[in-house]
């Protein structure tokens, strides 16, 4: 997984479930591998332009690791706080 937050959550998540029902760690993770992921987390507008509905240090801190994990030091940010008008327009 890309990201050390997602790396994390993932963790959390499958040592959860597994506490809850047993069902072995491995099995866990590979259905994590298979999640899509949420939408404006991430997401792919298209090649390069990525949108992430990041709206708190911590989130926009995640996202900016997460983009620098991927495409190195070559990430530029457009921010508008609290308002959704930004990705009609980028789109």
Avoid at 36 to 45: A, C, N, Q, T, V
């Amino acid at each position: 997984l890309v990201g050390r937050v997602n790396r994390r959550n993932a963790h959390q998540a499958v040592q959860t479930v597994h506490r809850l029902t047993t069902i072995p760690r491995r099995k866990l993770a590979k259905r994590i591998e298979d999640f899509p992921g949420l939408k404006r987390r991430f997401e792919r507008i298209r090649r390069h332009l990525i949108s992430d509905y990041a709206h708190t240090v911590e989130k926009i801190r995640g996202a900016l690791e997460w983009a620098e994990e991927l495409h190195g030091q070559r990430v530029v940010v457009i921010y508008e706080g609290f308002q959704n008008v930004r990705q009609h327009l980028i789109k």
